[in-house]
């Protein structure tokens, strides 16, 4: 329900920017500063970051996996079962290079020894496993990393739309005021004294606008002062029988247009 | 708005021509110039802050990670604690930078709103002043804006109807003053019961022309 003075103006998406050079200059410096801070800051996170992954990846790498069983463990895992020195193959070569004498044993007594360390299998899990732990974690910095990079960029983009609509909308409830009060100033410089309607509601310059009405009134006032006191005189020249008098028809021509100069 | 020249007790029927801009007038109007001035500082120390906290937040966690790998390659090392005490101190050295930088930038900033919200206040103010000259009917000579301000095409607006209102009001006085004297020089003609009337409505619209003038400065 609208008060009296009250006019049914309604915000439009339209109209927002109303005052372009001030509201402009308000909202790109409020959005310039938050995107300068959110890019220099950023910046100096994603260095911070980048040496964290660095840090983070270097000490990952610092933690050595366990080796891969290589061909001499394997050799010297052979005879590891019982201590004894490894079997060699009667037609290998021995290390003076020269060939040794085949010797006969006898099957009963001969046990079989296997040619791979028991441990072996568990060795090459472990070091696959903390290979591919590793990879992960590299992965999961990276990961990391990125994370904080994109929720930046996103941070940002959203920041600068945000502040960029609500700083137009912010300074809309200043611009429309002055605007509206603009509206009144150019009826007024073309000597008509409208009736003054009331701001919306959310408009800020609530006492510049009662100033402004204030002001409003004072004039419409000096014109009913005017038009009375010219009243009197054209009665009383009436009366006194100078109602065609030159003079009095000036006054008559100045009250007419005041009158609807305050209609 | 709170006028800066009311502390002073001297009335100025006409806005100074050349305002200086003084510090302790800088806040005109504070509900317009705060409310823009919290609103970016509170912005700027909020982003500040959360990225703020995520350098220290990566920086602590490389230095964690530093201090792990210490730990084990130097067991026994009384140097570790030497390290961990530089990397605590960097972490330390960090937080103040921050702070500072904060609130450097805080301080700073408010400084430059305060200045640039002025430009907007000041305008306003002077209009106000104005306004509260009309509203008593004084329709004085209307000074122009500082060099820097802001809101030059509303106080173009303004002044050109304040002109416009004081010219109109000076053809009317003067149309007015013309009809008072050609109608004291009738007068002769006039029944002498008829005289009377006339004379007091002649005399009042005559001083109401000599207020109207006053008014205009």
Not at chain 1, 8 to 31: E, P
Not at chain 2, 67 to 72: G, N, P
Not at chain 2, 199 to 212: F, G, K, M, P, Y
């Amino acid at each position: 329900m609208t008060k009296a003075g009250d006019r049914g103006y309604k915000r439009s998406w339209k109209n927002l920017l109303i005052n372009k050079r001030y509201q402009l200059r308000f909202t790109l410096f409020m959005v310039g500063l938050s995107a300068l801070l959110m890019t220099g800051l950023g910046v100096w996170v994603m260095w911070v970051a980048n040496e964290t992954t660095a840090v983070s990846i270097t000490s990952v790498r610092g933690d050595a996996c366990p080796r891969l069983p290589s061909a001499e463990s394997l050799g010297a895992g052979a005879g590891a079962a019982d201590g004894s020195p490894p079997a060699t193959r009667p037609d290998d070569p021995g290390d003076d290079g020269r060939r040794r004498a085949n010797v006969q044993i006898d099957e009963s007594s001969m046990t079989l020894t296997s040619t791979l360390p028991p441990d072996f299998a568990d060795r090459v899990t472990a070091h696959w496993a903390c290979e591919l732990r590793q990879a992960a974690t590299f992965d999961r910095l990276e990961r990391g990393r990125l994370h904080i990079l994109w929720a930046m960029i996103a941070t940002g983009v959203a920041l600068v739309i945000g502040l960029a609509l609500y700083g137009i909308k912010m300074t809309h409830r200043v611009a429309g005021p002055l605007f509206k009060v603009s509206l009144y100033l150019s009826k007024m410089r073309d000597g008509r004294f409208d009736k003054v309607y009331n701001l919306r509601k959310g408009d800020q310059l609530v006492d510049f606008y009662d100033q402004f009405k204030a002001a409003h009134g004072g004039v419409v006032a000096m014109q009913h002062d005017d038009i009375a006191r010219i009243a009197q005189v054209i009665a009383a020249a009436d009366a006194a029988g100078l109602g065609q008098h030159p003079a009095v028809a000036e006054l008559r021509e100045l009250s007419a247009r005041k009158e609807k100069s305050v209609e | 708005m709170s006028d800066p020249t009311a502390a002073t007790g001297i009335p100025s029927p006409v806005p100074r021509s050349r305002h200086q801009r003084k510090l302790s007038n800088y806040l005109l109007d504070k509900n317009l110039q705060l409310r823009y001035i919290l609103l970016v500082t509170l912005l700027s120390a909020a982003i500040s802050g959360a990225l703020g906290y995520m350098i220290y937040d990566q920086s602590r966690l490389a230095s964690e990670s530093i201090e792990r790998d210490l730990q084990v390659l130097t067991v026994g090392d009384t140097s570790r604690q030497e390290f961990t005490s530089i990397l605590a101190g960097k972490d330390q050295a960090l937080v103040y930078e921050m702070v500072g930088l904060g609130l450097g930038l805080v301080v700073i900033l408010s400084a430059y709103l305060v200045i640039m919200t002025h430009k907007v206040a000041g305008p306003l103010f002077k209009v106000s002043n104005y306004f509260e000259q009309m509203a008593e009917g004084r329709l004085g000579p209307v000074t122009p804006l500082r060099r820097g301000d802001m809101l030059q095409d509303f106080f173009g607006d303004f002044k050109s109807m304040h002109e416009s209102l004081r010219g109109r009001a000076q053809a009317d006085a003067a149309v007015m003053e013309h009809a008072v004297a050609a109608l004291r020089d009738a007068r002769g003609q006039v029944d002498t019961a008829a005289r009377g009337p006339l004379d007091n409505a002649l005399t009042a619209l005559d001083q109401l022309v000599a207020t109207r003038k006053k008014q205009l400065g």
